[in-house]
């Protein structure tokens, strides 16, 4: 039975053993429980079982091989101890031996694992081990003996624990930056240590922007590798990593949370939820694109509409809350959290037939006790309930919320960004050409920017950005907030672009239309420059007519970047419907937002894949689908360095300081849908077989 091996462990020793003591992840405090044990008859079995099938791995001593790590010492029991038997037995029975896993009868799993608890120092008892125990297993060390000492295997004597006492200071030395940890202050989330990343883009404003010099265009040719982290390549990859303190916290397809010294890579704990053996949602909706952090806590949400509020410290569960019941609205979380005025604000996805649309959630960040709830799809005898032209209430659905929200203090303004309606054909949904004409088939809120009140949930204002949207045109993307001057005024603006990819700007206080810029890549609709009302194409489209974009957008959830020094907007745009860039459809531009024009626009044959991010170093950084990673001048777009990876990257990069040394990181591997929407637009530069890593590169 080779743990490691079914876990894909590192093989260097201290890594192996911090591998496993991060195995599996503490849940939340169980319910009072019977005590638990273990018979002297389970463990005798075990014995037999375990020579049979663990020995050639683990030893016959439980001490470890070169293929397996140790089942005894001071290094197993220091996580397994507070772990409960469940999840022992999980492990053990659905995972062991690796070249037959499941192949343990229950009764068998459950005598090794006596047999292994046995060999740790707990004694037998009179109560028999079984697989749905959520008692700890400190509870069965400390069990009174039915016997006296713990029973010998085959008549030799009890395990020596030879975990040495250095190996155990090694591990506590590694563990030591976990003890740097300040808690997160609101203070802070508002103005983040300039070496930290605490939220999706950095900051409240979405701008994805680092205040970070060291790392800049004179220097950034000689960036090198710092260190990598493998990650699972069986699901979509599209997380933006967070850091604090020197510690980055990562997630893993899986629902596996992992915190790693952000200087080294070293694993300090991990966490893994299980999700239901039963959750019916496909690999495209079981990704996840952030966490967030808030006192002492990690902010996680999980496909199955929990929300995790994890100690940054330990990973232990502080508390678990439950939003909805995902196996009948079969909603997911797949976006991420932000943390505002001592609130987690979390928004729903997947919201496709059957479900009655979308929502945003406030928890209390220290108990997780739900505030408020703000319905994504407007309902009937609501405000906005009438623009559904008499849709009930039951086929009102879409306004999927994909991102974490932005949010001005000054303000006290959330800004949501929706999805598309569905079904997407408004003659489907039965909006088009509704009664009364007007607003009345506009579909509110989907595809829409919402400004909320974070202390109430109430709705502050609305702009619907694409008024019964009949092409599946989402406006789920990024908010940023920036100054604009508007006919004389500096005004703070809220900045998107949908799919469409026209860049609309509104006055963040009222939602009023200030200006758009139109790059030129959708023949959709019209709008007037005025007013920014928009006139669509009928369903179908009309015969002859090509709409443009298809479904996956001019661009997508990928985000973009401002940077004021340049006072410039930067994302990708392709014209691939279109067919206008000819051999050259990707675009890298510059939107200067008080020329209102694009500044910068590098076209090339090889369609973008990445998220972008700026620096005060003059850089901006983004990926492509022929697997390059690259660092422009934010001035004329020139390259200054690149760098290939494994797998073409389709997440957020980020950069971060620890002690004096900043650092540039990306996560990398199985690009999903949007990332394989480039790579098949770019098809000489076939992809490799699937690999995630997480790469991080320094200067020398």
Known sequence: MNLRAAMRWPTA??????????????????????????????????????????????????????????????????????????????????????????????????????????????????????????????????????????????????????????????????????????????????????????????????????????????????????????????????????????IMFMWNYGELVQALDARTGNLLWQYRYQMPADFARNTFYRTKRAFAIGGDKLIVPTTDMHLLALDVKTGAVVWDVVTDDARTSR???????????GKVIMGASGCAPGIVGCFVTAHDLETGRQLWRFNTIAQP????????????????WGASVWIPPSYDPELNLLFVGTGSPFPWSSEDRGTYKPTGGGGRGDSLYTSSTLALNPDTGKLVWYYAHLPNDTFDQDYAFERLIVPVEWRGRRRKAVVTAGKPA???????????????????????????????RKTLLPPGPPEGVTRCPNNDGARNYLAGSYDPATDRYYLSINDLCTGKGGDTP??????????????????????????????????????????????????????????????????????????????????????GLIGNSAVNASPEYARPEPASVLWVWKLP
């Not at 090694?170 to 976990?178: E, K």
């Not at 493998?230 to 020197?246: C, K, Q, Y």
């Not at 005898?381 to 009102?396: I, K, L």
């Not at 910068?600 to 369609?607: F, G, K, N, T």
């Open 381 to 396: 005898g609501e405000p906005g309930g009438d623009s559904w032209n008499g849709v009930p209430a039951e086929r009102r």
């Open 586 to 671: 990707d675009r890298l531009v510059g939107l200067d937002l008080a020329k209102r024009e694009f500044t910068l626009d590098i076209r090339s044959a090889v369609m973008q894949s990445s998220a972008k991010l700026t620096t005060a170093g003059g850089l901006l950084f983004s990926a492509s689908a022929d697997r390059y990673f690259r660092a422009y001048d934010t001035r004329d777009g020139a390259v200054l360095w690149q760098t290939r990876v494994q797998d073409v990257p389709s997440a957020f990069p980020i950069t971060y300081a620890v002690d004096g040394t900043q650092y540039v990181a990306m996560v990398v591997g199985n690009p």
């Open 13 to 246: 020793p201290l890594a192996l053993l911090i591998a496993w003591l991060g195995a599996l992840a503490l849940p939340a405090t169980p319910r009072a429980q019977a005590p638990a044990g273990f018979t002297a008859v389970q463990a005798e079995q075990g014995a037999v079982v375990y020579e049979r099938s663990c020995a050639a791995c683990h030893g016959p001593d439980l001490r470890g091989t070169a293929d397996a790590p140790a089942l005894t010492g001071t290094g197993f029991l220091s996580k397994w101890r507070q772990a409960m038997v469940i999840e022992l037995y999980r492990v053990t029975v659905q995972t062991m031996p690796p070249d037959r896993p499941g192949s343990l009868s229950e009764a068998d799993a459950l005598a090794v694992d006596a047999f292994i608890l046995q060999r740790n120092g707990a004694a037998a008892g009179a109560r028999t081990l079984s697989a749905g125990s959520q008692t700890r297993i400190a509870a069965i060390f400390d069990a009174p003996s039915a016997g006296g000492a713990p029973l010998p295997a085959s008549g030799a004597p009890p395990v020596e624990d030879r975990t040495s006492a250095a190996a155990a200071a090694r591990l506590a030395a590694l563990r030591a930056p976990l003890g740097r940890l300040t808690p997160v202050t609101d203070a802070m989330l508002r103005t983040p240590p300039p070496g930290d990343w605490l939220m999706w883009r950095r900051t409240y404003d979405s701008w994805g922007h680092s205040p970070l010099t060291q790392i800049n265009r004179d220097n950034v040719k000689h960036l090198s590798l710092a260190w990598s982290w493998a990650l699972n390549s069986s699901g979509m990859t599209e997380f933006t990593p967070l850091v604090h303190d020197g």
């Open 502 to 532: 026209v860049v609309e700007v509104l006055d963040a206080a009222t939602g009023a239309f200030l200006f758009a810029v139109d790059p030129g890549a959708q023949n959709i609709f019209t709008f007037n420059p005025e007013t920014g």
């Open 331 to 341: 909603r997911v979380y797949n976006g991420g959290p932000l943390v505002v005025n």
